[in-house]
């Protein structure tokens, strides 16, 4: 069975929890049957789930598909976790405009809620959203449009009026390749996303419009996640690391390369990156000249 498959092979290799999708009927029992074993006993697995079950139930403008919503319904039944998203495309299958696609996309959000809700009241709930734009020059879906993290960003805002937390597919590219355009089109709207509160973010490996993975994408991915993390952290504001005592001691023209500070916070304060290149350009060329997109790609293997 191809899902029975894709879940052994991601349990076997993975120590966090998993996301993913079944058919209805034996497909999605093979799966249950799987989680059972690993957690000892289904009354285990119930108790500490480690599958998230994800389907897109809305057909948007409006629509709800049978299969995907009866999915919901039924791992909704078992108290187990469901992540549903919703994915109006402005131009396409919502309004242009991106205030009436958040409009449209978060009636649909409270449709697959309340349906939720009726099934298992008290169900937890997660706000999860594709919100994106159709290049009308084609009609290409565009998830790696600048206005797909501008969604996002106000569905995020949504899940903060509903108090519940918030999911997207985020960071995605239409870029075929790891290069400088899935660079951009991830790291902006990943940004966005971070700054308006989301909690999950949804784009590892993801490349071509969600239609192929990349590993070496992927290990870029982890460095961008990372990035977003010091960004989350802050700057940690205290009398101790103002360091003003420091400055003086060094004074006009001193040097804080060798202090006892930096050498305890030189770990920790500034990311310190895997993929990205920051030697001089003769070390980079000795190391053989290779660009982001290859040295990832050498991690990976």
């Known amino acids: 069975q191809y899902s029975l498959s894709r879940f052994y092979t991601a349990l076997k290799h993975c120590r966090k929890p998993i996301r993913g999708s079944g058919d209805p009927g034996i497909d999605c029992e093979s799966i249950l049957q799987l989680a059972y ?3 000892g006993s289904e009354a285990a697995y119930k108790e500490r789930p480690f599958i998230t079950h994800h389907y897109c139930p809305v057909i948007s403008p409006l629509k709800m598909d049978e299969n995907s919503t009866e999915l919901l319904m ?6 187990l976790p469901s992540h549903s998203t919703v994915v109006p495309n402005a131009g396409l299958t919502s309004p242009m405009t991106l205030v009436s696609t958040l ?6 959000f409270l449709s697959m809620a309340a349906l939720m809700q009726m099934t298992r009241p008290g169900t937890p709930l997660i706000y999860s959203s594709l919100s994106t734009v159709g ?12 206005e797909c993290g501008m969604l996002n960003m106000a569905h995020a805002q949504m899940a903060k009026f509903y108090n519940v937390p918030c999911s997207g597919y985020i960071g995605l590219t239409n870029s075929k390749l790891n290069d400088a355009q899935a660079g951009y089109e991830k790291a902006l709207s990943c940004m ?8 999950v973010l949804q ?6 419009a969600l239609m192929a993975f990349d590993y070496g994408m992927a290990v870029v991915d982890n460095e961008i996640a990372q990035m977003l993390k010091r960004v989350a952290r802050g700057m940690e504001f205290s009398e101790d ?3 003003l005592g420091e400055i003086g001691e ?5 040097m804080f390369v060798a202090t006892d500070r930096t050498l305890e916070l030189m770990t920790s304060t500034a990311l310190m990156p895997d993929v990205a290149d920051r030697e001089t350009r003769q070390i980079w060329t000795e190391n053989g000249a290779l660009d982001a997109s290859s040295r990832a790609l050498q991690k990976a293997r």
């Open 37 to 39: 074993a690993i957690a």
């Open 203 to 208: 784009f590892a490996g993801l490349i071509d």
């Open 103 to 108: 409009a449209q996309g978060n009636a649909e």
């Open 74 to 79: 039924f791992y909704t039944e078992q108290g």
């Open 250 to 254: 060094e004074g006009p023209g001193g």
């Open 241 to 243: 690391n103002l360091a």
């Open 192 to 199: 966005g996303g971070l700054l308006a509160g989301m909690h």
């Open 135 to 146: 290049d009308m020059r084609s009609g290409a879906y565009a998830p790696g449009g600048v």
